[in-house]
């Protein structure tokens, strides 16, 4: 009895001091050392598109005709939980906008913003969207307040590209500062 | 605090943990009592990440407070949308769809999936394997990717509203769920090879921050923490909500109460999401996923474009919310880290008098005094992170 305990206790101790049970585990992490790499290169070299429910960036649609179709109805700014949204309407017959008022400032606060899409669910004629732009970083206070004029301009990721995918992409030197630009030509799905 | 009365005790010290330090998972700040390397007493300081969201509910429509929920519990923030609308679905006395409530059962279930994940990765980062974080963010990264595609964001979520789910669970989210099933298994079973297989690593754990059931009760102790001190509380088993009670799946409970029970009950729980979550993506029934009362949930959009009367609902519902009778509710569900409760006092009004959240976070960590008492220093970040403490919702 006193033997067989001894010699257990021996086999036991073999396998402390070659590490058994650490070599189980390593294979593992040495298998994968040696296996395809799932890392994301963003941005010099690829860069996620979100799905197509993604809310990022706020942007303002215009209909077929390029009238803005926000009324300033002021809907989105009620429904905001942060009240980050600045409505002022205006009147102007002049054919800017589908109706006769139109919004004199539409501006967001995006530090403000939980990105949550109750403006885009409020809104009444589909004029707010949440866009697919999430490079929103910046190191001044004064940029990230969004007015009416930027989000007017149609953003890069039109409504009806399918996300879910990884793109190929490249970092631009622009005047406002370094931008990474996807190149949406080809895609592939992202390896898990 | 000696284990043998022939060593003569040294001076007491006492040190502050946190909140800056890498371990304690956010801002969590213990004064710890020392003497020696032993732990005399552990007193947690918290309040760092307080925003007075409690307060916040009060000044907000019903509908609005939604965002806020995903803020507290941001590792998994689809359970603390479903506690909230939860309770003000009780209050309205509202019976949800049968579409909407198995959608609700998978987004929880794939939450806990995603906070147990993190959990663990995070626990085994701090105890010195760091390759099991980076595995288990990997697998969480399936998970966001299943809840990008259903409702367009990948840790606040704001997915439920009272009545139903924001959006319809497409074809292509069940798709990515079957894929995520698929997976899943085989790599859990890798980190059970690498972590059982690291002496360091259950050393570390087995037998640490012991705590016995009937101190756990008294203590308020809930979740994985409590099951593993061989308690089978499970509010989903003991107090069915949702459809719960019409799925096949087990409570894992533990022996020992330690540290290491805690690990093997979080890693059972995936496995037993996983099988819920394949129950309810084979009996999701098509239909309406939104009770069908336009004072709580607008009008589709369509809708509200050509029709009149549709565009009056949708400005009252987005302007004025909706009235909720006057009562009070407390309404509990079983979140990753424990029971996580709301009770809501409303005066008739269309915002809450007062909304009381009841966070896991914050009564587990209670817990963190009696559990380290005579432990090793090392051995308190083994029982923090075998609490999971998250200090968005232990600090509201």
């Not at chain 1, 650490?22 to 290169?41: A, D, P």
């Not at chain 2, 965002?67 to 949308?81: E, F, G, H, K, V």
């Not at chain 2, 996580?340 to 809450?352: C, F, N, T």
Request: a neutral charge; hydrophobic letters at 40%.
């Amino acid at each position: 009895m006193n033997g067989r305990t001894k010699g257990f206790n021996l086999l036991e101790l073999i396998k402390k001091v070659v590490f058994t049970d650490f070599v189980k585990g390593l294979s593992i992490t040495l298998g994968y050392n040696v296996s395809r790499s799932i890392t994301q290169r963003y941005p010099d070299e690829e860069k996620w598109i979100p799905y197509r429910r993604w809310r990022g960036l706020h942007y303002l649609n215009r209909d077929a005709e390029g009238r803005e179709l926000c009324v300033a109805c002021e809907l989105c700014s009620k429904a905001c939980p942060t009240q980050c949204i600045t409505v002022v309407p205006m009147e102007d017959d002049s054919g800017r906008g589908i109706a006769d008022r139109v919004a004199k400032v539409w501006k967001v606060d995006l530090v403000r913003c939980l990105y949550c899409g109750y403006c885009e669910d409020a809104c009444p004629t589909r004029a707010v969207r949440l866009g697919r732009e999430y490079e929103t970083a910046c190191t001044d206070l004064a940029s990230t307040v969004r007015r009416r004029e930027e989000l007017l301009v149609p953003q890069a990721l039109a409504e009806n590209i399918e996300g879910g995918v990884l793109v190929k992409s490249r970092l631009v030197r622009t005047p406002e500062g370094i931008k990474v630009e996807p190149d949406l030509r080809r895609h592939k799905k992202r390896s898990l | 605090m000696n284990e043998r009365d022939d060593i003569i005790a040294t001076q007491g010290i006492t040190i502050h943990m946190g909140p800056q330090h890498p371990s304690t998972h956010g801002v969590l700040h213990l004064v710890l009592d020392l003497q020696g390397e032993k732990i005399v007493r552990a007193e947690p300081d918290i309040g760092y990440l307080h925003r007075g969201t409690e307060k916040i509910a009060e000044n907000l429509l019903y509908h609005q407070f939604v965002p806020y929920t995903d803020r507290l519990d941001y590792m998994c923030a689809m359970s603390n949308n479903l506690a909230y609308v939860q309770a003000v679905e009780k209050l309205l006395g509202i019976e949800i769809t049968e579409r909407a409530k198995h959608i609700r059962v998978i987004a929880a279930e794939l939450s806990r999936i995603a906070g147990h994940l993190m959990a663990i990765g995070a626990w085994a980062l701090d105890l010195g394997a760091m390759s099991i974080l980076l595995y288990a963010v990997r697998e969480r990264e399936i998970v966001l990717d299943i809840f990008e595609m259903l409702c367009g964001a990948r840790m606040t979520l704001s997915y439920l509203r009272v009545g139903g789910v924001r959006y319809d669970f497409t074809d292509g989210c069940k798709e990515a769920c079957e894929k995520m099933l698929e997976i899943l298994p085989g790599r859990i079973s890798e980190y059970e090879r690498i972590l059982l297989g690291n002496r360091v690593w259950v050393d570390r754990n087995r037998g640490v921050g012991v705590i016995s059931a009937e101190e756990a009760i008294n203590l308020g102790l809930s979740g994985p923490a409590l099951r593993a001190s061989g308690v089978k509380w499970d509010i989903r088993k003991d107090e069915p909500y949702l459809i719960y009670d019409r799925f096949d799946f087990d409570v894992p409970v533990g022996t020992n109460g330690d540290c290491f029970d805690r690990y093997v009950i979080r890693i059972e729980e995936i496995k037993q999401s996983m099988r819920i979550i394949r129950q309810a993506l084979r009996d999701l029934p098509e239909g309406p996923f939104n009770v069908d009362m336009p004072e709580l949930v607008p009008p589709p959009k369509p809708d509200v474009y050509n029709n009149m009367e549709n565009l009056i609902h949708h400005f009252k519902y987005v302007s004025h919310g909706f009235k909720v009778p006057k009562g009070e509710v407390y309404s509990s569900i079983e979140a990753p880290k424990g029971e996580l409760g709301v009770y809501i006092v409303s005066d008739g009004s269309e915002k809450p008098y007062r909304l009381k959240l009841r966070v896991p976070s914050f009564h587990n960590l209670q817990t963190v005094r009696h559990m380290s008492k005579g432990m090793y220093l090392a051995d308190v970040v083994a029982i923090i992170s075998s609490l999971d403490p998250v200090f968005g919702e232990c600090d509201k």
